[in-house]
């Protein structure tokens, strides 16, 4: 296995410029975490006094519901807090609980990125494909076809090969322990809803943007992130794609910076809240007519629909 190639800070930032940029702070990542929960609270606030918004409000919260898993990926590289275990302890508990299963998977990502060896190759290499083809991807992302197999296709095909011998129940069983916190947190806040007399609420603005919208960002930002980059390609300013990013885009599609995906590959010390002023600094060196930079995702789409 050879591992990707690195860049040397040094290269491109001065020491008080890197110092400034790869700080962690006390409190701007506990901020961000707040600010999405508040988001997410107020957009449901906003759905349920006025009904008739509750489709923007799923597009909203789907895309909070993505927020919560960059913060947390965030707290994979240490970065959300300046104190280790607490930055752990807020991703875990406010983020997302899968945290110390996503960490060394994502860092072997980081450390293979683009190579044959990137457990997230899989993701990218499809592209291009067929406008047809991505059509029907975003169709099965917005029915909730993409959710359903991801969270319930390992049950789904466990129990259409089962032997006669074995039983259905014990494997359902399996699958709610494997599963039992998504399954006690959402039971959770159905029943604290439901007991506010809100129980659609819960449904409505939190699980059905979980099972649509947030599936579609999510591939989104797998494509615009990877997609159509050179395999085993050896010059790390190319191994991701930055993608600017209106303010519509931001609040429905790429929260809390994630596109700047390229710089954050490059310098991965840096919080996610300074790789824009990374991005400023790069643009002004002329080091971004270097890197793999669209325009928007509109732009990115239409080069992954090509084929």
Not at 151 to 163: E, N, P
Not at 232 to 249: K, M, V
Request: aromatic share 10%.
């Amino acid at each position: 296995m050879s591992a990707a190639s690195r860049v040397k800070p040094e290269e491109f930032f001065s020491p008080d410029e890197w110092r400034a940029l790869s700080a962690r702070s006390s409190w701007k990542g506990i901020a961000l975490v707040l600010h999405c929960w508040l988001v997410i609270g107020a957009a449901m606030a906003v759905g349920m006094a006025w009904p008739l918004t509750i489709p923007l409000m799923v597009m909203v919260i789907g895309n909070r519901q993505l927020g919560l898993f960059i913060l947390m990926h965030d707290a994979a590289h240490g970065l959300l807090h300046a104190n280790r275990q607490l930055n752990d302890r807020v991703a875990l508990w406010f983020c997302d609980p899968g945290l110390n299963l996503y960490r060394p998977y994502h860092l072997q990502h980081h450390r293979f990125v683009q190579q044959t060896e990137d457990p997230d190759l899989v993701l990218s290499a499809p592209f291009p494909v067929t406008r047809e083809s991505l059509r029907r991807k975003i169709l099965r992302d917005l029915s909730g076809r993409t959710f359903y197999k991801q969270r319930f296709g390992m049950l789904s095909d466990a129990l259409k090969a089962r032997r006669p011998s074995e039983s259905a129940w014990a494997l359902i069983a399996a699958e709610l322990k494997r599963q039992r916190v998504f399954f006690i947190c959402n039971g959770l806040g159905l029943a604290l809803f439901s007991a506010a007399g809100f129980w659609w609420a819960w449904v409505l603005m939190w699980l059905l943007p979980m099972a649509t919208w947030l599936p579609l960002v999510s591939r989104l930002r797998n494509i615009a992130e990877h997609a159509l980059i050179v395999q085993n390609g050896t010059d790390p300013l190319r191994h991701a794609r930055t993608t600017h990013a209106s303010l519509l885009e931001r609040l429905f599609i790429a929260p809390y910076w994630v596109n700047y995906h390229c710089e954050h590959h490059m310098f991965t010390q840096v919080p996610c809240w300074n790789l824009p002023r990374a991005h400023r600094l790069l643009q002004a060196r002329g080091v971004t007519a270097r890197m793999e930079v669209q325009p928007g995702y509109a732009t990115v789409l239409r080069l992954a629909s090509s084929a």
